[in-house]
């Protein structure tokens, strides 16, 4: 097996209000669930409190689009009444560490939002994880290490706990890229898949660099991903020439940046109308697809690709 990477798992879309995220979402045809936010309770006895990050997804049938947005301590403004908050337990001896944790990611959430509100996490696909992990090392690609979390998932008998297993590659300048497993198919048909604009999978995501980059973030991509430049893979790479060219009108608010994600899709004409019928701005990419440009989908270009 070669352990080469060739298919998203998720990207992460932060943002600065999830309930306007959420309609966002809603408005471009896809089925949104209430997010959930992790809480503990400040001391003995009181009330849990939501802090770290909310998140929700839109499942795709072998990968979702994430929306994320970081929670200040007890503060859920921006977050809808429905959001589920998921009670944390851990041991005492384990629960600095825990909240280290989630304190960290929440502030490199903030961080990127305050950059800008966008993409800015890539994750991939792997069947075999640990092997993935062993390519990347001896590629010279530092890495965390795999690591296990469980994602509360709602099921007609009450909600259960998916394991998911990970891995973060060190130091990339457009925000946080790593590899998952593969969804379990223990989960994968509790997903919710039946979105308006019939989105089936994300299959690209659009990374912009600077002028005199490219080759810096090509031979660093294929070492990621363990395939050569000249392969079809699941990113896209180029310069800001090149994104106007693709995308008619878009400017990349800063770089490096992830500016765009394509969804697969059956019928674009649906989508043209569903979108039409919303509201929504829709322009044609270079290579006859549609897409809502980031500046009517908080910092993002969402593309459509018919299948």
Not at 203 to 215: H, I, K, N, Y
Request: a negative charge.
């Amino acid at each position: 097996m070669s352990h080469a990477l060739t298919r998203l798992h998720h990207v992460g879309h932060v943002v600065s209000d999830m309930t306007q995220a959420m309609a966002l979402y809603q408005r471009l045809g896809f089925h949104v669930p209430p997010p959930g936010v992790p809480a503990l309770a400040p001391r003995e006895g009181a009330a849990p409190e939501p802090f770290g990050a909310a998140n929700t997804h839109a499942d795709l049938r072998r990968s979702f689009v994430e929306l994320v947005t970081p929670v200040k301590p007890g503060n859920t403004a921006g977050l809808p009444p429905d959001t589920r908050i998921v009670p944390l337990h851990a041991p005492p001896e384990k629960l600095p560490l825990l909240l280290s944790r989630i304190e960290a990611t929440s502030a490199r959430l903030g961080g990127w939002r305050d950059r800008f509100e966008g993409l800015h996490i890539l994750m991939f696909s792997s069947p075999d994880i640990d092997g993935t992990a062993n390519r990347l090392t001896a590629a010279g690609v530092g890495h965390g290490g795999v690591d296990t979390v469980g994602r509360p998932v709602e099921t007609p008998d009450g909600v259960r706990t998916e394991p998911v297993r990970y891995l973060e590659i060190d130091d990339v300048p457009e925000g946080r890229v790593g590899v998952v497993a593969d969804v379990d198919p223990a989960f994968q048909h509790l997903r919710h898949l039946d979105h308006p604009n019939g989105a089936q999978d994300l299959v690209e995501a659009v990374l912009c660099v600077p002028d005199g980059q490219l080759p810096l973030a090509r031979e660093r991509y294929e070492r990621y991903l363990g395939l050569p430049a000249s392969a079809p893979g699941p990113v896209t790479l180029l310069t800001g020439t090149d994104l106007r060219r693709l995308l008619p009108g878009e400017e990349p608010p800063a770089l490096p940046a992830l500016v765009a994600c394509t969804l697969a899709v059956p019928d674009l004409a649906r989508v043209r109308a569903l979108l039409a019928d919303n509201g929504l701005p829709v322009r044609e990419t270079a290579r006859g697809e549609l897409f809502v440009p980031a500046e009517a989908a908080l910092g993002t270009a969402l593309i459509f690709r018919e299948i």
